[in-house]
C-alpha cells in the first residue's frame, strides 16, 4: 500500500521533471527568443546583446537548472516583454482559476451524478433515453460556446447576472457569487453532461453483478440496492474520470476567461500567446501541466485507498 | 490418478471482439443520424467550393447585421454586412481541413507506435504508457498555444498541435486492441511458424484494430474540431478575414445584446458538427465493438 503510493509518487515528479525539459526545449531552444523580442529588423549585434541579457549564451543545461530551480523557489523570472515578474502574477491569477475549476466541478458533478444514474436506472424507458440524448446534446456544445449563449440569455435578454468581470471573493462575497455563476454553469454544465454518461455506464454494470442481486433478493428496492450498493463501487470508474475531467476543465477555463473576461491564469496565458512572452508562457505552461499531473497522481492514489482490491496490487 | 485425465486447462480466452464481422449485425442508429449529419458538413463544404449565396469578401453596406432573409441573405449579415450563410459555408471546410490534417497527424504517429507498445516486452509497454500519461498533460488547446507562441499563430501551426496533441489517445486504444489481437490463438500459429513481429503487426494486428483506429478517429475528428473553434474564437488559428465559424462566434459576442443571431448560427454549427463526429464514432464502435453497444 505505502510503496505503491511511494511509486506513484515517484512517476509524478519524474513526470513533472520530463513534462518541463519538454516545455522549456520547445520555448527556449526552438526558433530564436531574442529575434522574437526584437523583431526582423534587429542588428546582428542587437540579437547578440538581447540573447546575452536573457542569458540565452549560456550552456542549455545551465540555462534548464537556472529557470527550474528558480521555479521551484516561485521565481519564474521576468518577463521581457512586459518587464514584469511572472511568479506573483501566475500566484494571484491560479487562485482565480483554482475557483472557476472547483465551482465548475461541483456544477458538473451536481449535474451528473443524478443524471447519470437516473439515465441508468431508466436505461429500458423513454425518459432514461432522453437523458442519455441530453447529455449527449452537451457534450456537442464546447464550454466557451456554452458560455456565450447563457451570456446571450441570462445577461443580456434577462439581465439578472452580468456579462463578465471578477469580483474578489473576500472584497464582496455577493458579487463574487453574482459574477462566477454563469461561468460555473458553462464549465460544468458541459462537463456534467460527459460526466453523467460514465456515471450512467458505471451504475448500468454495478447493476448486473450478483451482490446487487442479493439485495435485491433480500427485499430491496433497485433504487434503494443501487443507492446502498451499488454507489460506492460504481464511483471507482467514476473518480478516475473525475481527474481526467478536472484537467479538461482547467484547460476549458482558459477560453471560459477568455469569454467572460474572468483575469485567471488562462487568460494570462493568451495574452502571453498574444505577446509572444515565451518566458511567461513557459512559466504558465508548466504550471497548469504539473497541476495536471499532480491531480492525476492525486486520484490514483484515492483510487487505490476507495478500493480495498487495488491495495494489493 | 485423475491428475493425468484432465487436459491441462488454459484460461478461456474472450472472443475477440473486434472480429466480429460487421455486416451481419443490425442497422444502428446511431451511425445512421451521426453519419448523415457528417455528410452533410462534408456536402457544405465541397459545395462551397464552387458556389456560395454571395461572395465571403463581399460586404452589403445596405444590409449591416440584417435579420435573416432581407436582401436575399438567407440567414442575414453580419456586422460587416458579409453573407452569414457563406460564411458558414466556407467555416465549414476550414473545420474539416484542420481536422483531417490533425487527425491524419495522430493516427499516422499513434497507430505504429500503439502497436509498437501492444507487442513489446511488459516492461517497454509500461514504459511507453508512462510517456503517453506524460504526453496526455499537454491537451490541443495547450498544445496550440505553445506551437503559437514559438511558431506564430496561424492554421498549419494549429493543426499541427492538435494533431500532435491527440496522439496518446490512439496509442492507448491500439494498445489495448493489440493486446487482445497478440492473445490470439492464429497469431500463436503465425509465431510457431516462424513469422516475426513486423509481419504479425503488418499481416494480423493491422487488418484486425483497423476498425478501432477508425473509431478513435471520429472521437478525435470531435475533439480536433473543438480544439479549432476555440483557437480561432481566441484569434490564434487563421486571419480575421478567413471565415472560420470560432471567428464568427468571436466577432458575434461583441455585439450579442442586439444581434443574439450572430452567435446562434456559428454555435449551432459548432455543436452539429461536434455531435455528427460524436454519434458516428460511437455508431462505429457499436458496430465493431458490440461489447460496448448500449453503454
Not at chain 1, 141 to 158: Q, S, W
Not at chain 1, 228 to 234: D, E, I, K, V
Amino acid at each position: 500500500m505505502w510503496w505503491q503510493i511511494v511509486r506513484r509518487l515517484l512517476i509524478f515528479l519524474i513526470s513533472a521533471l520530463v513534462a518541463s525539459i519538454v516545455v522549456f526545449v520547445l520555448l527556449t531552444l526552438v526558433g530564436d527568443p531574442a529575434r522574437t523580442i526584437l523583431g526582423t529588423e534587429a542588428t546582428p549585434q542587437g540579437i547578440a546583446e538581447m540573447r546575452h541579457q536573457m542569458g540565452l549564451d549560456r550552456p542549455v543545461i545551465t540555462q534548464y537548472l537556472s529557470w527550474a530551480n528558480g521555479m521551484l523557489h516561485g521565481d519564474f523570472g521576468t518577463s521581457f516583454v512586459t518587464q514584469l515578474p511572472i511568479g506573483p502574477q501566475i500566484g494571484e491569477r491560479l487562485l482565480v482559476t483554482l475557483w472557476l475549476v472547483a465551482g465548475g466541478m461541483v456544477v458538473a458533478l451536481v449535474v451528473a451524478l443524478p443524471l447519470g444514474t437516473l439515465a441508468a436506472l431508466w436505461h429500458r424507458r423513454v425518459a432514461g433515453w432522453i437523458l442519455s440524448g441530453l447529455s449527449q446534446l452537451g457534450i456537442a456544445v464546447p464550454a466557451f460556446l456554452a458560455g456565450i449563449l447563457l451570456i446571450a440569455a441570462f445577461a443580456v435578454e434577462l439581465g439578472w447576472l452580468p456579462s463578465g468581470g471578477y469580483v474578489v471573493p473576500a472584497a464582496d462575497p455577493i458579487g463574487f457569487l453574482k459574477h462566477m455563476m454563469l461561468p460555473w454553469a458553462s464549465l460544468g454544465l458541459v462537463q456534467g453532461a460527459v460526466l453523467a454518461r460514465y456515471v450512467r455506464s458505471a451504475v448500468l454494470d454495478e447493476m448486473e453483478q450478483d451482490y446487487l442481486r442479493t439485495a435485491r433478493a433480500k427485499g430491496m428496492t433497485v433504487w434503494r440496492a443501487v443507492i446502498r450498493h451499488g454507489m460506492r463501487n460504481a464511483s471507482i470508474p467514476v473518480l478516475t474520470v473525475l481527474g481526467v475531467q478536472m484537467i479538461t476543465v482547467l484547460v476549458g477555463a482558459v477560453v471560459v476567461e477568455q469569454v467572460f473576461v474572468i483575469p485567471g491564469i488562462g487568460s494570462f496565458l493568451v495574452d502571453s500567446v498574444a505577446r509572444q512572452d515565451r518566458l511567461a508562457v513557459q512559466g504558465i505552461v508548466v504550471t497548469i501541466v504539473v497541476i495536471s499531473l499532480a491531480v492525476s497522481f492525486l486520484v490514483d492514489t484515492a483510487y487505490a485507498l476507495i478500493d480495498p482490491r487495488l491495495r494489493r496490487r | 490418478m485423475t491428475a493425468f485425465m484432465t487436459p491441462p486447462t488454459t484460461p478461456p480466452m474472450p472472443e475477440p471482439a473486434l472480429l466480429t464481422n460487421p455486416r451481419t449485425q443490425r442497422r444502428n442508429p446511431l451511425l445512421l443520424v451521426g453519419g448523415t449529419i457528417v455528410a452533410l458538413i462534408v456536402a457544405t463544404a465541397l459545395v462551397s467550393f464552387f458556389w456560395t449565396p454571395f461572395p465571403t469578401i463581399l460586404t452589403d453596406t445596405d444590409h449591416l447585421a440584417s435579420p435573416p432573409g432581407a436582401g436575399g441573405h438567407l440567414l442575414g449579415t453580419d456586422l460587416y454586412g458579409r453573407d452569414i450563410l457563406s460564411w458558414l459555408m466556407v467555416g465549414a471546410q476550414t473545420t474539416l481541413y484542420v481536422g483531417i490534417v490533425a487527425v491524419g497527424i495522430a493516427a499516422v504517429i499513434g497507430t505504429p507506435l500503439g502497436i509498437l507498445a501492444g507487442m513489446v516486452r511488459p516492461a517497454w509497454s509500461e514504459f511507453l504508457m508512462r510517456v503517453t500519461d506524460i504526453w496526455l498533460a499537454f491537451p490541443a488547446l495547450l498544445m496550440a498555444l505553445i506551437f503559437a507562441t514559438v511558431f506564430g499563430a496561424s492554421i498549419t501551426s494549429a493543426m499541427t498541435a492538435i494533431g500532435i496533441a491527440s496522439v496518446p489517445s490512439f496509442v492507448r486504444v491500439v494498445r489495448s486492441g493489440t493486446i487482445v489481437v497478440m492473445n490470439a490463438d492464429y497469431v500463436l500459429a503465425a509465431r510457431v511458424a516462424g513469422r516475426r513481429g513486423p509481419a504479425i503487426a503488418m499481416r494480423h494486428v493491422l487488418p484486425n484494430i483497423a476498425g478501432l483506429v477508425i473509431v478513435q478517429c471520429s472521437v478525435s475528428y470531435a475533439v480536433a474540431i473543438l480544439a479549432e473553434a476555440a483557437l480561432s474564437y481566441l484569434g490564434l488559428a487563421g486571419g480575421p478575414t478567413t471565415p472560420s465559424w470560432g471567428l464568427m462566434l468571436f466577432q458575434g459576442q461583441a455585439v450579442i445584446s442586439g444581434h443574439p443571431l450572430l452567435v446562434i448560427w456559428p454555435g449551432v454549427a459548432i455543436g452539429l458538427a461536434v455531435l455528427g463526429f460524436n454519434l458516428f464514432g460511437d455508431g462505429l464502435r457499436d458496430r465493431y465493438d458490440p461489447r460496448l453497444s448500449g453503454r
